[in-house]
């Protein structure tokens, strides 16, 4: 009996410590909560955290695809990034080694540190052209969701 309290206690610690907050590309903002449930029912969750600056709002797309430009309020912006399927998905900075992240893997995040205020331009594209992916692009050092 006392290992099934212990084991219920932890359960529920652990699914409260995992609840995030995702926002969509609706011009909203409107917070759709994420948890593990939501994570296996949406392979594209992003582990956002609750409350975030976007530069670059939740985006969902197939095939290869520029983002809109934007300049960081300071020298550093948070990138989450997640593709479905097999292969893999590249972030392209306009450098010579884009980002590769592994498709049907877990989010991907990086922090990319630049020039403040320089204006940032990414594309995104599956490695075999047509693979479903979703990004966001965050303003400054973010604390991801656990």
């Known amino acids: 009996m006392r290992k099934a309290v212990a084991a219920t206690a932890l359960l529920a610690l652990t699914l409260s410590a995992c609840s995030s907050a995702n926002v969509e590309a609706d011009g909203k903002g409107t917070p759709e ?5 939501a994570t296996r029912s949406n ?13 670059i709002p939740v985006t969902t797309g197939s095939g290869a ?6 300049h960081p309020g300071d020298t550093v912006y948070t990138v989450h990034m ?3 399927g097999k292969g893999e998905l590249r972030l392209d900075d306009g450098t010579d080694d ?12 990086g922090q990319i540190f630049v020039d403040k205020g ?6 995104v594209s599956p490695g075999d052209g047509n693979g479903k992916w979703r990004i966001a692009v965050l303003d ?6 656990p």
Do not use: H, M, N, W
Not at 65 to 70: G, M, V
């Open 33 to 37: 909560p994420a948890s593990s449930a």
């Open 43 to 55: 392979p594209l969750d992003l582990r956002l955290p609750a409350k975030a600056d976007y530069l």
């Open 65 to 70: 695809r520029k983002l809109k430009p934007f």
């Open 82 to 84: 997640r593709c479905e």
């Open 98 to 109: 884009p980002v590769r992240v592994t498709c049907g893997g877990p989010v991907a995040i």
């Open 118 to 123: 320089a204006e940032q331009s990414l594309a």
């Open 140 to 145: 400054g050092k973010q604390q991801t969701a």
